[in-house]
């Protein structure tokens, strides 16, 4: 796909410049990622570019430890559902991107 | 069309739900799984579960993400004249723009959704611990507010007791909000034109009314006829219940079992 056609053109390109730019091919590889959820709480991670989002799923569920139960929401970027095995190359999520988390609702009357 | 029939009454005389399934792939496992799974099967009443209180407490009751799995499943098998005709919203978007989370990034999402060329879009509502299904039909039309073919909104609701009061205000602000996020020439005088209507559709039992609301955008997904007018549909006798297609269990038990 096109996005990581793209990121495949910057690794090529920074491997040409191996060692001369360090700094470049750091920012390059990698993107920071922001969870906000109902509460205000946020957090960062600074994740790769083809790194599984499960683990800022994971990330989030550490931090909000006692507070939120494992398992118990929904990870949304752009509307959409985030799936842990997804990558934030596949969604082309740029660096700051936003992640929304909310609880997932339940309903059921007698 | 009878084949097909069979073969739903068939699978949903045959069907039963693992008791216990444990998703590999997770660290932890849902306790809405088991309630979700079960709520499908039509022997639901008579099977045995050694599950905790809250499992039985919300074995009928359907949570947000089961739901939309089903939904997603429920989309692929329709034609691609329908899939640009209609439209669905997530059942989490009304939920977070009347709590006021998020309300401007939830419009923005909805305007990507192009409701004023669709005719239909399915916006499921969880409110108050409840499900409904509000369908927008025609919104683009608006020659023609006032009419069959016009702009008008349906409500179905498997639950006669509830107050549609409350909910009527809430489903007001949120269409002139739409309106207002596409930048339409219409003004306040002709949102309010826009009909609000509560046909009337099969009642449920007992909790199962997420069960309901997919199986209500079931039966307008199997409107035959792009162009077939909805009044008819909405006063057809609707199907019995157990033809509603369990495919998508499948497809979800599959999902869990990778």
Redesign the interface.
Same mark, same amino acid.
């Given at each position: 796909m096109f996005g990581r056609s793209g990121i495949t053109a910057a690794v090529k390109v920074e491997e040409e410049d191996d060692g001369k730019t360090p700094a470049a091919k750091r920012a390059g590889e990698y993107v920071t990622l922001k969870v906000q959820d109902?509460d205000g709480r946020a957090v960062y991670r600074t994740m790769r570019w083809t790194e599984q989002l499960q683990g800022l799923m994971?990330f989030y569920y550490d931090r909000a430890h006692g507070r939120v139960q494992?398992?118990?929401g929904?990870f949304?970027y752009?509307?959409?559902?985030l799936s842990?095995w997804q990558t934030p190359a596949e969604l082309d999520m740029e660096d700051g991107d936003e992640v929304?988390f909310?609880e997932?609702?339940?309903?059921?009357?007698? | 069309s009878y084949f097909s029939f069979y073969v739903c009454y068939t699978e949903c005389k045959n069907k039963r739900p693992r008791r216990t399934i444990k998703p590999a792939?997770? !660290?932890?496992? =849902?306790s809405?799984l088991p309630s979700g799974l079960d709520a499908l099967n039509p022997n639901r009443r008579t099977l045995r579960t050694a599950s905790s209180n809250r499992d039985k407490k !919300?074995k009928? =009751?359907?949570?947000?993400?089961i739901f939309?799995l089903y939904l997603e499943d429920l989309w692929k098998d329709i034609d691609e004249e329908k899939r640009s005709a209609y439209a669905y919203f997530?059942?989490?978007?009304f939920?977070?723009y009347t709590?006021g989370?998020?309300k401007s990034?939830?419009l923005?999402?909805i305007k990507?959704k192009k409701v004023f060329s669709r005719q239909y879009v399915f916006v499921p509502i969880?409110i108050w611990?409840?499900?409904n299904l509000l369908v927008l039909c025609n919104f683009g039309e608006t020659d023609y507010l006032g009419t069959d073919k016009g702009p008008r909104m349906l409500l179905l609701d498997s639950?006669k007791t509830?107050n549609p009061t409350r909910l009527r205000s809430n489903i007001k602000r949120f269409i002139a909000d739409i309106f207002k996020t596409e930048e339409r020439e219409e003004n306040e005088q002709f949102i309010n034109k826009i009909c609000l209507e509560f046909p009337e559709v099969p009642q449920q039992n007992?909790?199962?009314?997420?069960i309901y609301v997919l199986y209500f955008i079931y039966c307008f997904l199997q409107n035959k006829a792009l162009g077939e007018d909805f009044s008819q549909l909405v006063c057809q006798t609707f199907p019995p219940l157990p033809c509603f297609p369990f495919a998508p269990y499948k497809s979800y038990a599959n999902m869990f079992s990778l």
């Open positions: 109902t994971d494992r398992g118990t929904r949304l752009d509307g959409r559902r842990g929304d909310f997932e609702l339940i309903g059921g009357a007698a | 792939a997770r !660290n932890v496992s =849902k809405a !919300n009928d =009751k359907l949570d947000t993400e939309e997530d059942s989490l978007w939920h977070m709590s989370h998020n990034n939830v923005k999402w990507a969880v611990g409840h499900w639950l509830t007992g909790d199962e009314c997420g």
